[in-house]
């Protein structure tokens, strides 16, 4: 295949190939950078773990307070109260490694972490194949000035569009004097 080719060619394809080798070289002579979250890995923990309930718990808290400051603001809405539900907290997938030991006819299962050593081995950091968001499972918002229909529906078009959540998966009441 290479005899059809013109010197040029073959001179211009020699060249190429030099390149793409110098290029994967300085890519391999490259140390990591340490601030870069490369490849799943999360930055060490600076405080101790938090639990799944407390960090989901926040974040409810978080999306309860937001929505009140935001719809307080609106015309004619007055005074809100905010209650959201979530279908799931926040979850982090791990990868593990699963080990079988077969001794006197019994069977045993191993499950342990994979953890790769970052910083040059100074600590140990667990492998991340998914991480999923908390997800909303419905809102209730009680305001008072909700009795007004054109109000009632302003209150439900912002919180849809501020979460993108259908319209069935919100409540819109009002507020008893």
Do not use: C
């Not at 209730?140 to 439900?156: C, D, F, K, N, W």
């Amino acid at each position: 295949m290479l005899d059809r080719l013109s010197v040029f060619q073959r001179k211009l394809i020699n060249w190429l190939g030099f390149l793409v080798v110098i290029g994967i070289g300085f890519m391999l002579i490259q140390p990591p950078k340490s601030t870069s979250n490369r490849g799943g890995l999360t930055q060490p923990p600076t405080s101790p773990p938090v639990s799944h309930e407390q960090n989901s718990g926040s974040y409810e808290g978080q999306i309860e307070q937001r929505l009140v400051q935001i719809l307080s603001q609106i015309a004619g809405v007055g005074d809100v109260e905010v209650f959201v539900t979530l279908e799931r907290s926040s979850k982090i997938v791990i990868a593990e490694s699963i080990t079988e030991e077969i001794r006197e006819g019994e069977m045993r299962q191993t499950k342990s972490p994979i953890t790769l050593r970052a910083d040059g081995g100074s600590y140990e950091v667990p492998v991340i194949l998914e991480e999923y968001e908390p997800q909303l499972r419905g809102v209730l918002i009680v305001a008072s000035g909700a009795e007004h229909p054109q109000t009632r529906y302003q209150i439900l078009q912002a919180v849809q569009t501020v979460l993108q959540l259908p319209m069935y998966k919100i409540e819109v009441l009002a507020k008893a004097n």
